[in-house]
């Protein structure tokens, strides 16, 4: 290039980098800086949350010097220390250009690389229904600790601990993969709580022995039902665990569980102990053969060929409500297991293995109101309190 160019090259216009105070407003007893923005390449108005009206921690008036620090410090983040503005990447715009793809990623086979098809699906219920509203036009670098905290003390007023831990876990592995793919250097979520008391944990729901043998004796006319029911509380299988058995998991003594079966697909067992193996006691056994003397496939295949979830709300049921008998889900035949596990031993050890669990602690806390031989002993005396 010779002189003349660049001396013609120097004398265009270069636009003047903005540089925002933002302007704080008020509305629904919150306080906003108010600013504009470049987001997908087009200028637009920001509200941004910086905390809710509360005097009592001097966030009582717009001019209060706690919400102007707010204000400030939030603008200095937009502006960026050389007047610039700050990344344009919107947290949305990450979930749907590169966190999405990567959580959805999967093998020439159609099966899921990164993760189980059950945590997919319960990634993007928790994002549209919580995390998309809250992050609205919010960029990644913008997003600070306090946001996340505000948000998850809202949240605590309706939302149990466990919604609340699923929330989070989310958020913060969306700013873990955005800092590792180098969209930025530390992760907001990472220090966020609930400010104040949460709800109590929920009293979760399990079927108690008497309960399951009035279940299984109202679904006399379907020994199929019978049989799932069964497996749910004498063995505390997982749904996708009984929709995963095969007939060539069942012999004359033992059932093996091999696999877990999740929307049709196949996927890695759960637990401490992926595979697991129980001595057949006979109100399973007896309910094993007489299934496989009608079951049209017995010599191989699925055991359950229908989907459980619309068996149980087409034939399980509607038979339980017509007995005047709850329905508390599939989930409560294992921690009826570990409930009369301890009931019946006066530990945590049996149903800690039968139910798989790394530690008595969980299932302490979640189950009770080597498998092998260590298991043998307490399935045969829950086999001898079974009535006929």
């Known amino acids: 290039m010779d002189a003349a160019a660049i001396y013609h090259e120097s004398k265009k216009h270069v636009p003047r980098k903005r540089h925002q105070r933002g302007s704080i407003q008020e509305k629904s007893g919150a306080f906003y800086v108010v600013y504009r923005t470049t987001v997908d390449g087009e200028r637009k108005q920001v509200w941004h949350l910086l905390c809710e009206k509360d005097r009592t921690t001097g966030h009582g008036s717009?001019?209060?010097p706690a919400?102007?620090?707010?204000?400030?410090d939030h603008m200095r983040q937009i502006n960026g220390s050389d007047g610039a503005p700050a990344s344009d990447l919107t947290v949305v715009k990450f979930w749907d250009d590169t966190f999405l793809p990567f959580i959805e990623e999967k093998d020439a086979n159609g099966n899921f690389i990164n993760f189980k098809p059950s945590t997919v699906q319960g990634y993007k219920q928790v994002w549209n229904k919580n995390l998309k509203p809250h992050f609205g036009e919010m960029t990644l670098r913008e997003y600070r600790t306090h946001h996340g905290s505000i948000f998850l003390t809202h949240l605590a007023k309706t939302y149990g601990p466990y919604t609340l831990k699923n929330i989070k876990n989310l958020a913060s592995a969306l700013f873990t993969h955005a800092i590792n793919v180098g969209k930025i250097d530390s992760n907001p979520w990472h220090d966020c709580k609930v400010l104040g008391k949460q709800l109590p944990k929920g009293v979760t729901g399990y079927y108690s022995l008497e309960e399951i043998e009035n279940i299984i004796s109202a679904l006399v006319d379907c020994v199929e039902c019978q049989l799932i029911m069964a497996l749910?509380?004498?063995f505390g299988l997982r749904r996708g665990e009984i929709q995963g058995l095969q007939w060539g998991d069942v012999d004359a003594d033992w059932l093996h569980i091999r696999r877990n079966k999740v929307n049709g697909v196949v996927v890695t067992l759960k637990g401490k102990k992926k595979e697991k193996d129980f001595p057949l006691i006979k109100p399973v056994k007896v309910l094993l053969l007489?299934?496989?003397a009608k079951c049209p496939k017995s010599d191989g295949g699925w055991v359950?060929?229908?989907?459980?979830?619309?068996?149980?709300?087409?034939r399980i049921i509607p038979v339980l409500d017509k007995a005047d008998l709850t329905w508390?889900?599939?989930h409560a035949g294992r921690r009826g297991l570990g409930t009369i596990m301890k009931e019946i031993t006066g530990s945590s050890t049996a149903g800690r293995d039968l139910l798989g669990h790394t530690d008595e602690v969980v299932t302490q806390e979640h189950y009770e109101a080597v498998l092998q031989q260590s298991v043998v002993a307490p399935l045969r005396l829950l086999e001898a309190k079974v009535g006929k």
């Open 62 to 64: 717009r001019s209060a």
């Open 328 to 330: 508390k889900g599939f």
């Open 67 to 72: 919400v102007r620090e707010l204000a400030e």
């Open 232 to 234: 749910a509380y004498f």
């Open 304 to 314: 359950f060929e229908k989907n459980l979830q619309n068996t149980a709300r087409l």
């Open 290 to 292: 007489l299934w496989r």
